[in-house]
């Protein structure tokens, strides 16, 4: 496991929600219950975080969330524990799954994958756990291809990477690195803010 | 619709805030008799600086992205402006407290503006080949 990693989000769970439990999740839930509405089957919840997704989840489903940092998943449990279906937590890093291949079938992520420490990798990873054709529904911000946004992200990366996430990362051209097939790409703000869809390699 | 409001509501205050904030302080520490360039670039700098300042500021209430990047932008083009007018305008006064405030405040606005208009233009589905980051 990504000690580093697990570290700074241990350390960012204090005041996580303080930061995003309020303005930011009003933004966002309305997008985020749009995309967790597709909900069906065996569901993987990646980094899974203070558990702030859990309230936009549809009700009666069977999740499996998983996250690299302990002190993120104590504050998770009582939100788990308050959905209205079955859901799970575990600490595990991405890169280092344990679930046997093809146990899933669809894997949803909320703001994840500006901060896994290998995007590609952990994104094969998911190629692995997913089922042949199962699905990737992503949450996520991106760097931008529109000048100046494109710049200000870049030339503000390396502050806000020391603080949690990066902000300049192409996550879709990594999904598609990995092996997934792209299938809807909506912005949510600007190109930045956005939701991904895409589906495993069939065999 | 009431959240809708709220959030434009703030975007309006925290563009407009970060942009008077950084014009007042650029006028405030940069000598008029400067060059323009060298009064333009480091206007930028702290515009820069301010914007992150804000941008973690205004995230709690705001939202992350939505505010950051418009926040950041208006410093940055007001520090900009402003570095500019104080040393371009008059090399004894330079910019006054209230034309610095009041200038800061426009250009936190019009990149609000802006941002909205990129906005209204990206939003929605992407061309997967073409506009995807």
């Known amino acids: 496991m990504s000690t580093g990693a697990q570290k700074k989000w241990d350390a960012a769970a204090r005041a996580y929600d303080f930061v995003g439990a309020f303005g ?13 509405s597709s909900m069906e089957g065996k569901i ?14 549809p009700p009666g489903q069977t999740i499996t969330g998983i996250d690299i940092s302990a002190k993120m998943l ?12 079955k859901m799970s937590l575990t600490q595990m890093d991405v890169h280092e799954m344990t679930f046997p291949d093809a146990t899933f079938d669809q894997v949803y992520t909320s703001c994840t994958f500006c901060s896994v420490t290998d995007p590609v ?3 094969t990873a998911l190629v692995r756990v997913l089922k ?72 | 619709m ?52 804000a941008s973690l500021f205004f995230t709690p209430l705001f939202g992350a992205m939505e505010v950051m990047l418009p926040v950041s932008l208006s410093a940055m083009v007001s520090g900009m402006w402003a570095g500019m007018a104080q040393t371009g305008t008059d090399r004894f006064f330079g910019l006054s407290d209230i034309d610095a405030l009041q200038g800061g405040t426009v250009a936190g606005l019009a990149c609000l503006a802006f941002t909205w208009l990129l906005q209204a233009k990206l939003r929605g589905n992407a061309n ?6």
């Open chain 1, 24 to 36: 930011e999740e009003r933004r966002w839930r309305p997008h985020k219950t749009k995309l967790f």
């Open chain 2, 128 to 133: 997967i080949r073409r506009d995807t980051q």
């Open chain 1, 132 to 203: 042949p054709g199962g699905q990737l529904r992503m949450f996520e911000h991106t760097g931008s291809r529109h000048f100046p946004f494109s710049a200000m992200l870049n030339v503000m990366n390396p502050i806000f990477r020391n603080l949690g996430p990066e902000i300049n990362r192409n996550t879709v051209a990594n999904v598609q690195a990995a092996g997934f097939k792209l299938q809807k790409v909506t912005n949510i703000f600007l190109d930045v803010v956005k939701t991904i869809e895409a589906t495993a390699p069939i065999k």
């Open chain 1, 74 to 85: 104590e504050k998770a449990a009582p939100r788990a524990a308050a959905y209205s279906g």
């Open chain 2, 2 to 53: 009431m959240w809708r409001t709220y959030f434009i509501c703030g975007d309006l205050l925290a563009c407009s805030l970060a942009g008077a904030g950084t014009a007042w302080l650029v006028q405030a520490l940069i000598p008029s008799d400067w060059p323009m360039i060298f009064g333009m670039a480091l206007g930028m700098v702290l515009g820069m600086t301010v914007g992150t300042i």
């Open chain 1, 44 to 57: 993987l919840f990646l980094a899974v975080g203070t558990g702030l997704d859990i309230a936009s989840f």
């Open chain 1, 121 to 123: 990798r952990g994104l």
